[in-house]
C-alpha cells in the first residue's frame, strides 16, 4: 500500500488509512493492483541474484562490509534496467486507484456521482498512455533516480545482513555443516530489510514523486517534498516501507538460502564443484 501523496493532495493520512480506505473503494482486489506486471519482478529478481553472487565472488578479497555492498549495488543497477518500465507502469495503476478513491470520496461527500469519462485504466491503456505522451523514454521515467534509490538500498541491504551475520556467528553456534542457522540468517534479514528502509526512505519518495509526473528535476522535487512535508520527508510512508521490505527480506532470506543450501549439498555429493564456486555467508 503507498501511502505517498501525488500533486501535493493528500489521500491517505498514513497506512492504517489507507487500508481502510482502499479496502471499502476496491475490496481485497485493490491491494492487488498492477500485480501482474509487478509479478515480473521474479524474473528480474533472477538477473539480480545470479548478477549479485557472480560480483560477490569477484569481490571475495575484500572486508565483509565491501561483499555486500559493492555486489549488492552492481545486481540493483542490472536488475533496475529492466523492472523500471514495470515499476512505472504498476505505480500509474496504483495511482488511478488512488484518484478513483478520491473522485468516490468527493461524489459521497456532495450526494453526485462524478460525471467525468473515467480514463482507460487497463494494462495496455496506460502503455498506451504513456508511449503518446512520453515515447519509449516515458517507460524509463525516473531511471537515474531510481538507481539514486536502490542502488544505495541494495548495497546497504546486502552490507547490513552480511555483517549481522558475521556478528551473529560469534553468539550462535553455526549448524552441522558449518552454516548460519536459517533463524539466524530470517531475523538478520529482516533486520535488513528495516535499516535500509529507514536509511533511504527520503530517496525513495523522490523517486516515486518523478516516475509518477510532475518536474523531472530531482533538486526541484526535493525542495518541493521539503516545503510540503519539512522532517516528515524522512517519515512519510515508512511505516508501510518498512513492513514490505521486512516482510519481503524474510521470505526472500528463506527462499535464496534454502536454494543456496541445496546448491551446495548437491554440489559436494557430485564432488564439491558448487562448495567451491559459491562462498557462503
Given at each position: ?13 498514513g ?25 515480473l519482478?521474479?524474473?528480474?529478481g ?45 505505480q ?22 462524478v ?8 494494462l ?31 548495497g ?22 558449518g ?32 516516475q ?37 527480506s ?32
Amino acid at each position: 500500500v503507498s501511502t505517498q501523496s501525488t500533486g501535493g493532495t493528500s489521500v491517505y493520512r498514513g497506512s492504517f488509512d489507507a487500508f481502510i480506505k482502499v479496502f471499502k473503494s476496491e475490496g481485497i482486489l485493490g491491494f492487488y493492483r498492477g500485480f501482474p506486471i509487478f509479478a515480473l519482478g521474479v524474473l528480474f529478481g533472477q538477473v539480480y541474484i545470479t548478477t549479485y553472487e557472480y560480483a560477490k565472488h569477484r569481490c571475495n578479497h575484500l572486508n565483509v562490509v565491501m561483499q555486500g555492498l559493492l555486489p549488492g549495488a552492481v545486481a540493483s543497477i542490472a536488475g533496475q534496467t529492466l523492472s523500471v518500465p514495470a515499476d512505472v507502469i504498476t505505480q500509474r495503476l496504483q495511482i488511478l486507484g488512488m484518484v478513483r478513491q478520491k473522485d468516490n470520496m468527493t461524489s459521497s461527500k456532495y450526494g453526485a456521482p462524478v460525471t467525468a469519462k473515467p480514463p482507460d485504466q487497463s494494462l495496455l491503456g496506460i502503455c498506451r498512455k504513456i508511449m503518446v505522451k512520453d515515447g519509449l523514454s516515458g517507460f524509463y521515467r525516473g531511471y537515474l533516480v531510481s538507481l539514486m534509490s536502490n542502488v544505495p538500498t541494495s548495497g546497504i541491504w546486502w552490507a547490513t545482513y552480511n555483517c549481522l551475520l558475521s556478528h551473529s556467528g560469534r553468539y550462535v553456534a553455526s549448524d552441522s555443516q558449518g552454516h548460519h542457522k536459517m533463524p539466524v540468517q530470517a531475523v538478520s534479514g529482516v533486520m535488513s530489510g528495516v535499516i535500509s528502509a529507514v536509511a533511504t526512505n527520503p530517496l525513495d519518495i523522490i523517486r516515486t514523486r518523478i516516475q509518477v509526473g510532475g518536474s523531472r528535476s530531482v533538486v526541484y522535487v526535493t525542495r518541493k517534498l521539503w516545503a510540503e512535508d519539512g522532517m516528515g520527508l524522512f517519515v512519510k510512508g515508512l511505516s508501510a516501507r518498512a513492513l514490505s521490505m521486512s516482510t519481503s527480506s524474510f521470505l526472500i532470506i528463506l527462499g535464496y538460502e534454502t536454494v543456496k543450501r541445496l546448491s551446495l549439498r548437491q554440489g559436494a555429493s557430485s564432488g564439491g564443484g558448487a562448495s567451491s564456486a559459491v562462498q557462503y555467508n
